[in-house]
Each structure stands twice: as structure tokens, then as C-alpha cells.
């Protein structure tokens, strides 16, 4: 029988099946003629279904990756800062792009890339967008919405911390160390186990609002609870409208500021001191603080109303409290978990460079490095620079960021980098100290010593270019005196040891819940 295997192998064999008899080539021809559609059906059927199934990949490997993504974002809360990790050990110094809740963030962490950060205009990167984004403030700071373009109403504020309070801190001092002493006496007294947050979180709204409002106000026990209750108010309020789903948003975000009591408080209170201020100026009263400040160096061409200067306060006051107690915190844990460091930290203390910090509100370099390890350690947010696009940018190596999505530089793996840092996962307390300091021949660091309050190419914690922190000489005089305080009076030590004493959420690190130390008073 004639198979359709032997027609193509032998021509002669073709030839003769057509020279075949009628009666005998029919059905030759049919079964042929059956054999090849049964080929192009079987083709056609295995072709469409091979489509079909192509297809049906698609659009289930579709929904796998849109499954995949909305996971990615509902457990980013918690998978934020390892996440950031693994971009930066996979950056090479390349940008990296990710997603966030928020937004697409393209992460980048070489000199010349941060350098287009800095040199970016507030027309193109947008920190305040951001930070909108991220704190809700329309709903979450009593109606407040600021400009996405930093500097349109002024940048009073710069001037008011980076440099008028910056000078005032000696004046401070006296005032400071009353309020410290009188806390610790209140919270801790001869011995006490406390909440090491909770402590810090007391003690720098006191000193805050010492510095901030004057010391009328700083004793005004239902005027501070107002504002200590304020950020959490706000961190809450942000926190749970950036979880619920989006069309939801305006309309808890209506309801949300009818439980903000507090924060009422806060901000009337505010307005009628500036009002005082403003309409009944006391020719024989010169007051020195942020309010005040923040009033003298409000735009002249259009005047701010008082409500307008509360704002202003407040944002201030949100950013300055929170980040400055959480620091602190971490300090007294590392302080815990390094005792070896005591010893020398007390020396120094004890030493006539203290006569200088006091005179001068800065100095003890020990300290100083101690601190700055303590924040490279553990710092509080491991993404900086993060700004808003507010339209296309583009950076120098042709990387593309679209209108609306985010850039920042991944701080946090940043300061565990062996290139950066020798020996990154080793807590070593002096090593930003000047070497003859110590007796040494060479600094531990590749770029020599340097102070807690410096802005480098390597130590973004502040920020960077133009855009860094005015607060951080208020942070470094606030975090020497308390630690002062405690290196003069107490021995401290964690209650529960080798426990997780910090946790993350999203790209922040934050003090575990409930994390206690004990304080005795020395002997
Ligand atoms: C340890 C605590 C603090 C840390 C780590 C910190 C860090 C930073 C960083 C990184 C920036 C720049 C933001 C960016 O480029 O993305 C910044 C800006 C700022 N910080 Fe701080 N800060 C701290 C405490 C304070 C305090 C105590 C104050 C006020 C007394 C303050 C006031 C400000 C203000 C007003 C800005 C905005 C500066 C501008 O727009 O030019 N900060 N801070």
C-alpha cells in the first residue's frame, strides 16, 4: 500500500500511482486528498489552539504580574526597606527604578546622578510634591496645602533655623538643662524602667517648644500636649489614607479632621500668640524663637495672615520633633548595646571640652562621632532626596523619569557600604574622629574626620545640594545635652536583651513597641 511516507522519497513511485488504473487511482487520490486535509485540520486545530493557549498565557501571565503588583504594594509597608536594600546591592551605581504605593521611584545613588538631583530647579524636582503625597496635609494638617514649588512663599524658614536659631542655642542652654533635669527627675527619678520613645519623645517637644514658642509656653501643660499629640495625629491620619483605596480618600478625608481636637488646639493656640505678637507688640520684650523668627521673616510683598504663619509653624514643628525624638531613641539603645563607650564618653564629659559645649553649644568630638555612628547605624529613613517630577526629567546619563513619578538617593544600604564605610557592619563609635584625638596614625574613614552636622558626598542623612536639613545643629545641641544628662547621672541598660529594638515601616526605621530600659542613678 501506498503510504503517504514513501510518495515524496521516490519520484518514480509518484509517476506510477498517476499511471494507475482509474478504478484504482480514485481512491488513492481521495486518500491522499483525505490524508492532507486531515494534515492542514490537525495543523490548523494544533496551530489555533497553540494560539489560543498563547493567548490564554498572556493575558493569565497579565493578571499574575497585576496580582503580583498589587501584593508588591499591599505588603510594601513592611517589605520597604529590604526592598531598598536589594536595589541598591543590584545599583552598580546605575539608577534602578521601583514601585511604591505612591509612585515609580528611580533610585539613584553615583556622584554625577546625585549631582543632577542637586543642580535640578524647583520646576523639576519637587520635595514638598512629595512630601504632600505622602502626609496628605489638606486633610491631615487642618486644611493646610502648600505650594509644590518650594521657595514661591519664601524660605523664611531656612533662615529661622539654619541660622538664627543655630546662633540663639548657647542662649538656650541655661533653660535646656532645667527642662532636661526637671524630666528625667519626673519620668526616671532615682531609677525607673521606661520607655526609652516615650522619654525622648517627652523631652524633645519640652526642648522644642522651649526653642519654638518661649518658655510662657513650654509650661503650658494643655498647649504642648496639643502639640506632642499633633504629629501622631498627623502620622496616623496619613497612615490610614494612604491604606484605604483611593476613592475613598476625599471622603474619610472629610471626616478624618473632626477627630483632630488636639490639633485645633495646636493651631488656635498658635494664631493667638502670633495675633498677640503682631497687634500688641511690647516695646520692652525682644523675643527669640522660631515663632518669632518665623514672623519677622514672612514675605513682605504679600504679608502671611497669622493663620498662615501657624502653618508655617506647624510643618516645621512636624518635621523637627518626630525625626529628632526617634534619633535620640536609637542614641540611647546604641548606647545600650555599646557599653564600652561609656567609659570614654564620661571622660570627655568630664573633661574642659564640656566648658566649651556649654559656652558654645557644640563641641565634644567623642560625642559628636558617637552620634553620627548611631545615625549611620540605624538611620531613620533609608531613602533621601526623594522629589516629585513635576514635569519629564531627565538625568545626564539619558535616564528618563516621567512627569509625576519620584527620584531618591537609597541612603540606608548607602551607610552599610564597605566602599564608603571600612568595615560597615562593625559599630565603631569614633571612627568620624580626628585620629591625633585617639592616638592614631590615620583615620578610619577614606575621607578623614568629619562632624555629626556635615553635609558630604557620602553622608546624604541631612540631604544634600541645596535642599538639607536647617535643623540638624538644633539635633546635634539637643541629642549632646540629653546624652549628656544621661552619661552624667545614669547607668542604663536594656531591659529585654538581644530583642529586636527596631522595626521598619515603609522606607523608616522606627523603635520597637514597648522597647524599655532601665536607668539607675550612679553610684
Ligand atoms: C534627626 C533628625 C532629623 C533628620 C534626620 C532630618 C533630615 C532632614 C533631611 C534629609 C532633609 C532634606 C529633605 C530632602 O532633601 O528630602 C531635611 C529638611 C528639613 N529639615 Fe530636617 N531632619 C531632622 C530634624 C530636623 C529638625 C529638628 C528640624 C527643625 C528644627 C528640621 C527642619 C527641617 C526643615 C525645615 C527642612 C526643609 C528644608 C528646606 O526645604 O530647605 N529637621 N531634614
Same mark, same amino acid.
Given at each position: +500500500? ?13 509517476? /506510477? ?12 487520490? /481521495? ?20 494560539? !489560543? ?38 545599583? =552598580? ?33 519637587? /520635595? ?66 521606661? =520607655? ?18 518661649? /518658655? ?92 498662615? +504663619? ?23 539603645? !546604641? ?33 559628636? !562621632? ?108 539637643? +541629642?549632646?545635652?540629653? +546624652? ?40
Amino acid at each position: +500500500m501506498t503510504t503517504i511516507s514513501t510518495l515524496p522519497m521516490d519520484n518514480n513511485s509518484i509517476n /506510477l500511482e498517476f499511471q494507475l488504473a482509474p478504478s484504482v487511482q480514485l481512491p488513492t487520490l /481521495l486518500r491522499g486528498a483525505t490524508v492532507l486535509i486531515g494534515c492542514a485540520l490537525i495543523f490548523w486545530l494544533v496551530y489555533s489552539k497553540q494560539s !489560543s493557549l498563547r493567548l490564554c498565557g498572556v493575558y493569565v501571565s497579565g493578571v499574575q504580574r497585576y496580582v503580583r503588583t498589587r501584593w508588591e504594594l499591599f505588603v510594601y509597608p513592611i517589605t520597604a526597606s529590604e526592598k531598598i536594600k536589594t536595589a541598591y546591592s543590584q545599583m =552598580n551605581g546605575k539608577p534602578l527604578r521601583i514601585n511604591s504605593p505612591e509612585s515609580w521611584m528611580t533610585l539613584v545613588s553615583s556622584p554625577k546622578l546625585i549631582n543632577d538631583i542637586k543642580n535640578a530647579s524647583n520646576t523639576e524636582l519637587s /520635595l514638598h510634591a512629595a512630601a504632600k503625597e505622602i502626609l496628605q496635609p489638606s486633610y491631615t494638617m487642618n486644611g493646610f496645602n502648600w505650594h509644590d514649588q518650594r521657595g514661591i512663599e519664601g524660605i523664611g524658614f531656612v533662615k529661622t533655623l539654619r541660622t538664627l536659631l543655630t546662633r540663639h542655642l548657647p542662649q538656650l542652654t541655661p533653660g535646656v538643662r532645667v527642662i532636661i533635669d526637671r524630666t528625667f527627675a519626673q519620668e526616671v527619678g532615682s531609677g525607673n524602667t521606661v =520607655n526609652v520613645l516615650t522619654l525622648s519623645k517627652i523631652i524633645v517637644t519640652k526642648i522644642s517648644a522651649y526653642a519654638f514658642f518661649g /518658655l510662657d509656653y513650654a509650661e503650658n501643660n494643655e498647649f504642648i500636649d496639643a502639640a506632642y499629640y499633633y504629629n501622631e495625629d498627623v502620622l496616623y491620619g496619613s497612615e490610614l489614607l494612604r491604606i484605604m483605596p483611593k476613592f475613598l480618600v476625599p471622603f474619610m478625608g472629610k471626616i478624618y479632621p473632626f477627630f483632630l481636637k488636639r490639633q485645633r488646639t495646636f493651631y488656635y493656640g498658635l494664631v493667638a500668640i502670633i495675633e498677640d505678637r503682631m497687634n500688641y507688640p511690647d516695646p520692652t520684650k525682644k523675643y527669640n524663637d522660631v515663632i518669632q523668627w518665623i514672623i519677622d521673616t514672612s514675605p513682605k510683598s504679600k504679608p502671611w495672615t497669622p493663620g498662615r +504663619m501657624a502653618f508655617e509653624v506647624m510643618a516645621i514643628w512636624f518635621g523637627s520633633v518626630q525625626g529628632l525624638a526617634t534619633t535620640l531613641t536609637f542614641a540611647i539603645y !546604641s548606647m545600650c548595646e555599646n557599653p564600652e563607650y561609656i567609659c570614654p564618653l564620661r571622660e570627655e564629659i568630664g573633661s574642659p571640652a564640656s566648658g566649651n559645649f556649654f559656652s558654645e553649644g557644640d563641641g565634644l568630638p567623642l560625642l559628636d !562621632s558617637f552620634l553620627k555612628e548611631c545615625s549611620r547605624w540605624t538611620p531613620v529613613e533609608s531613602v533621601t532626596a526623594r522629589r516629585c517630577a513635576l514635569k519629564d526629567f531627565i538625568f545626564s546619563d539619558g535616564t528618563r523619569v516621567a512627569k509625576g513619578e519620584w527620584v531618591g538617593i537609597p541612603v540606608g544600604p548607602m551607610l552599610r557600604d564597605a566602599s564608603k564605610y571600612p568595615q560597615p557592619e562593625v559599630f565603631d563609635a569614633f571612627r568620624f574622629v580626628d585620629p591625633t584625638k585617639l592616638g592614631r596614625d590615620h583615620s578610619v574613614q577614606p575621607e578623614g574626620p568629619s562632624k555629626f552636622t556635615d553635609v558630604s558626598e557620602t553622608w546624604h542623612v541631612w540631604g544634600t545640594g541645596k535642599l538639607t536639613c536647617p535643623g540638624r545643629f538644633f539635633v546635634s545641641y539637643v +541629642m549632646k545635652h540629653v +546624652m549628656y544628662h544621661i552619661l552624667e547621672n545614669y547607668e542604663v541598660d536594656m531591659v529585654q536583651k538581644n530583642q529586636g529594638y527596631r522595626m521598619n515601616w515603609r522606607t523608616l526605621t522606627l523603635p520597637g513597641l514597648g522597647v524599655k530600659a532601665k536607668f539607675e542613678l550612679r553610684a
